[in-house]
């Protein structure tokens, strides 16, 4: 945008705003009519980064700044639209008014809202949020010119719940996005979907390729979607946030608790003594964290994989609960609220109606309907039965109504008008129902003793008036140092913060200095613990966890050693009497299967992002046959990887085996455990790409030690590391704690050569040469791709000739290199005539052939007459996972698949150019013939 005209739609909006608020839709109609063409997000972008006006989320619209109201929280702003609607009350009549108050007087409680707390504002406070603000815009404008919208592909849907009120499906995404749980979305159906219409979704979870989300309860379920995202609209939302607490007064937040998570000031030289904590169930440990947790201050609670920070914090939270004090229980997931919520409820089973309020939707079904209800809709149910019935009786009305009205309007009827008042009668009363339900949950959340969510529920919900005597902040390392201050802010200063600062850290889009600062650093890093920890010194009120649950001695050893060393981390004697549940105890504890001297290729989803390594997969089959066959037990196999592509072929791996075996990202398995893990690291000797910082960069901290860490924390029986070992030394700089990990696992493990692998039993065999090809190309009822950087094999022509009596119904699709000398006599002659469709190619990264569920892999060009190692797996749901992965989509002049490819003039086929980098990064289509 030039800057003469990114000043006429500053003035534009600044006039606009002049006659007084404006919704968003009103705001750009105005600004058509003046001939200035601006969509949603750029408005906010405009409006936030030059001041022009301040956006008030609840009456969704912008104002001059100075002319908004002050901040309320959320009950005091349905309090105050209660009493307008009281007096007010538009469109209701005299009978539907009495029915609302007294629906309102059985329903709602004679106490007015509480009144905020009104704390000091710290000195140091509004620098710090200006400083937090003004990352937020640097993370709304890296996002929004990424994409305006997001569009993912879903598919393989699964109806996993269907409730009167809602449906939860879940969809394996298609593409490496990541969306926040909690967004509110836009659920498309596929094209071919018939009559089904686009819904409002709001996304419960995503682990890796996984998203859970819940849809309207009458909405039409397919199994192929697109989930319409908006960006911005969260990370707007914590401007807004910060912008109400920047004021004055700021009713209902305690800066002084915020800044405590972020600054020196949350770090006590010494504390008090304590006295002792006595529980049964918990070590020393254990017990010293919920008694430091218990003192009104803030304590930091560090967990290492496997050491009980979840069964403290549930020790902790039932204490809270039985001294009388509101508690405040925030997470980054849906998933960790609720593996918390479910460790209380396991130890403190016994808890009155409306004490514990679990905000927001779940697919935990533990927590679903229990015979006292912890979710928040199921209280605020069960509470407003009276108001929810007439709603519904409402709505039903309603479309009745309409179809009257649609009847005569065609008749052109004189009742027209009266249907109409009628419909604007009981759309407002649906209003005010909608109102009162509203108020009910409010009451609820009001009432209750515990109150858990995810740590954006916090901001959304408005739970600031709720004057909460502990904040607890669990899995805190995935929490924004920004987000952090903003759920402590909620209570009064006793915060207790737990997590593991050497795992998993915040998500960031921005690379800003200020955005790396509040936005990818946890409270834990912001603080100074992590560093306090490195230099030896850490806090007093720093309790560390140190006997681990979990894992099996040597894989406990193993992690120890490269992770945390600080903490001497020790197997617990639990450990070692344990029944075996999945691998026999004489079988080995850690494994490594090395395919250095395979060095398999490495190819690219799409040919353009991620990586994936298909002989790496084809090994995982064989390794994991066993176990993968004759698992029952739910969490008995986990595969993970680092890369998307990568994690979603193993997930093929265990189609239909679930929950008994999963496969997805390190990001899934943040806080789960399985009993053997297999950690695919998809580097190779054969890849063509630099190698990833996530093997480069392994310092204590950085990213590829978390991931690492992670994944491999979470086996209990077996651990196996499915990795290219020399390439791995190569790459890792030494004395990091991913070349330590590595050296431990060189020292201790069992090592299966992947020739070994390769013969034992399982889908996937070696080839000596591709005579069986010819038969399962000759059998292939379905589908035929093949991916190949050179044509000049000696069985080239002949599978060609193969190809060519196949008949129409089995699509085929040929990616050759584009030049290749060969490809004209041995492929394009061969089948000029026949429907397969060619495809020049350059880069070509991929060498393989799928023939409907058969797999073959090579290590060099696969029609090449240097094919080098030859893998064959016969296995539906892999050969279904790669087309997915080698999918081209059609961008501009270059077909992709499907497709045929075109014609240059000059007769020669043009070439789709696959470029992942420099200035003519993306896809293009030339010809090498003409060099149109």
């Excluded at 030039?2 to 006429?8: E, F, Q």
């Excluded at 009559?195 to 379920?221: H, N, R």
């Excluded at 209750?448 to 805190?476: P, R, W």
């Amino acid at each position: 945008m030039t800057k003469s005209r990114s000043d006429r739609k500053q003035q534009a909006i600044r006039l606009v705003l002049d006659a007084g608020p404006q919704t968003t839709a009103e705001l750009v109609a105005q600004l058509a009519e003046r001939g200035i063409r601006i969509d949603s997000t750029e408005l906010f972008l405009l409006c936030n980064e030059f001041g022009l006006a301040t956006f008030d989320a609840w009456t969704n619209t912008w104002a001059v700044p100075g002319t908004v109201r002050p901040a309320q929280t959320r009950p005091e702003r349905r309090e105050a639209d209660r009493q307008i609607g009281l007096r007010r009350q538009p469109g209701i009549d005299i009978s539907s008014r009495v029915e609302l108050r007294k629906m309102r007087e059985l329903l709602l409680d004679d106490e007015t809202p509480d009144t905020p707390a009104e704390y000091p504002i710290h000195p140091s406070w509004p620098a710090i949020a200006a400083q937090v603000s003004a990352a937020l815009r640097d993370e709304l404008s890296t996002v929004t010119r990424q994409r305006t919208q997001q569009e993912i592909p879903l598919v393989a849907g699964e109806l996993v719940e269907r409730a009167p009120t809602r449906l939860i499906v879940r969809y394996e995404i298609q593409s490496s996005d990541n969306v926040r749980e909690g967004l509110t979305a836009t659920l498309v159906p596929a094209e071919n979907s018939g009559a089904a219409e686009p819904v409002e979704a709001e996304v419960l979870t995503q682990f890796g390729a996984e998203i859970t989300l819940k849809v309207p309860a009458d909405s039409i379920f397919r199994e192929t979607a697109r989930l319409r995202c908006d960006l911005s609209w969260l990370v707007h939302r914590q401007i807004q946030t910060y912008a109400d607490f920047r004021a004055d007064t700021a009713p209902g937040f305690c800066t002084e608790a915020a800044l405590a998570t972020i600054s020196a000031a949350g770090l006590l030289d010494t504390v008090p003594p304590v006295d002792p904590y006595i529980a049964v169930g918990l070590n020393d440990r254990q017990a010293c964290a919920v008694a430091h947790g218990l003192q009104p201050r803030v304590t930091w609670l560090w967990g290492p994989p496997g050491t009980g920070k979840t069964t403290t914090l549930a020790a902790l939270l039932a204490e809270l609960l039985d001294s009388g004090r509101t508690v405040l229980l925030a997470a980054p997931t849906n998933a960790a609220v609720d593996v918390a919520l479910s460790a209380l409820l396991a130890r403190r089973p016994n808890f009155r109606n409306g004490e514990i309020a679990r905000i927001g939707v779940t697919d935990n079904t533990a927590l679903i309907g229990l015979p006292t209800p912890v979710i928040l809709d199921e209280i605020a149910a069960v509470a407003g039965e009276r108001a929810a019935r007439r709603l519904v009786e409402i709505q039903a009305e309603l479309s009745e109504l309409r179809d009257r009205l649609k009847v005569a309007t065609e008749a052109k009827s004189p009742d027209r008008s009266a249907l109409t008042r009628k419909i604007a009668d009981h759309t407002e009363f649906q209003r005010q129902l909608s109102a009162l339900l509203g108020d009910v949950r409010d009451q609820v959340i009001r009432n209750a003793k515990l109150v858990a969510c995810t740590t954006h529920q916090v901001m959304l919900k408005g739970l600031y008036s709720k004057n909460f005597d502990t904040v607890i902040i669990d899995e805190a390392s995935m929490v924004s140092s920004s987000m952090a201050m903003l759920v402590a802010g909620a209570g009064n200063g006793h915060t207790v913060i737990a997590g593991d600062f050497r795992q998993l850290s915040p998500i960031v889009q921005a690379d800003t200095p200020g955005s790396r600062e509040w936005l990818g650093r946890s409270a834990f890093e912001k603080s100074g613990i992590a560093e306090a920890v490195r230099r030896g010194r850490p806090p007093a009120n720093l309790i560390a966890l140190n006997q681990q649950h979990r894992m099996r001695r040597q894989i406990g050893d193993a992690i120890g050693t490269a992770f945390y060393l600080e903490v001497d981390l020790r197997t617990a004697s639990s450990v070692h009497t344990r029944p075996a549940r999945t691998v026999p105890t004489h079988q080995p504890q850690v494994v490594i299967v090395d395919t250095g001297a395979l060095s398999a290729l490495v190819a690219r989803r799409g040919g353009t992002s991620s990586r994936y390594n298909l002989a790496n997969a084809q090994l995982a089959a064989n390794v994991l046959h066993v176990p993968l066959t004759s698992a029952t037990n739910p969490g008995s196999v986990g595969l993970i990887s680092p890369f998307v592509p990568q994690a979603r072929l193993l997930q093929a791996l265990t189609s239909g085996l679930q929950p008994a075996a999963v496969a997805s990202t390190v990001h899934r398995f943040q806080g789960g455990e399985t009993d053997i893990v297999l950690y695919d690291a998809v580097e190779s000797t054969g890849s063509r790409f630099a190698p990833h910082t996530w093997f480069t960069e392994t310092h204590m901290g950085s990213e590829g030690a978390r991931l690492l860490n992670v994944a491999m924390s979470r086996a209990r029986e077996q651990a196996i590391l499915l990795a290219d070992m020399s390439y791995l030394r190569t790459i890792c700089p030494a004395g990091t704690p991913v070349r330590r990990f590595l050296s431990h696992m060189s020292e201790y493990a069992e090592l299966r050569p992947w020739p070994t692998v390769a013969d034992s039993e399982g889908p996937t065999r070696r080839e000596q040469d591709l005579t069986q090809v010819l038969d399962d190309i000759a059998a292939a009822t379905s589908t035929v791709d093949i991916f190949t950087a050179a044509t000049d094999g000696p069985l080239t022509r002949q599978i060609s000739e193969t190809i060519a009596m196949l008949p129409d119904a089995v699509k085929v699709s040929i990616w050759y290199r584009a030049g290749d000398p060969t490809s004209l006599r041995c492929v394009e002659d061969p089948l000029r005539h026949h429907h397969t469709m060619l495809h020049p190619l350059r880069p070509v990264y991929e060498s393989c052939i799928v023939a409907d569920a058969v797999v073959w892999s090579a290590t060099g060009p696969i029609l090449g007459s240097r094919s080098g190692t030859l893998l064959r797996t016969d296995h539906a749901g892999l050969a279904d996972a790669l087309r997915r992965q080698f999918l081209r989509r059609t961008v501009g002049d270059a077909p992709g698949t499907g497709e045929h490819a075109v014609r240059c003039g000059c007769g020669s086929l043009r070439v789709r150019e696959e470029i992942s980098g420099g200035p003519r990064k993306g896809v293009h289509s030339v010809c090498r013939s003409c060099g149109d």
